[in-house]
């Protein structure tokens, strides 16, 4: 069987030795080095309540992430951007566990005002657990 995969989702090719340099490179990417962009709020139940990224639209955003596979990465998306680049996975070498990605959130959301609908969407899922 041929395993799946994310046709979607492309790598950057190149390979970051630093979560800045990731950072930096996605947001070349997406042309907003200069702007100033919001905070990405996470929306799953892992980082429902933490700034996980930043975002000059719902349509071009960065994120960062971690998984086994990919290790510490920041996922860019241009949904403006043709099929083949609208996901860009620019992953940062070297790196084995989540823990600099949950430093990395906490920081950005100590400085972040929550929005209220983020807000309404933890005491929902709070309210949800009860049940
Ligand atoms: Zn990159």
Known sequence: MVPHKDEK????????????????????NLRCQH???EPYWGTTVENLGQVVGFQLSSRKRWRLDYDIKKGVHVNEENFDASPSNQ???H???GTSSDLQVRLQWRKWTSGADMPDKVKEEIEFLARDRKR
């Not at 090719?13 to 947001?27: F, P, T």
């Open 35 to 37: 702007l100033r962009l």
């Open 87 to 89: 996901k860009v996975v």
């Open 9 to 28: 989702e492309r790598d950057c090719g190149s390979q970051h030795l630093s979560l800045v340099d990731a950072i930096r490179h996605a947001e070349q």
């Open 91 to 93: 992953r940062v070498i």
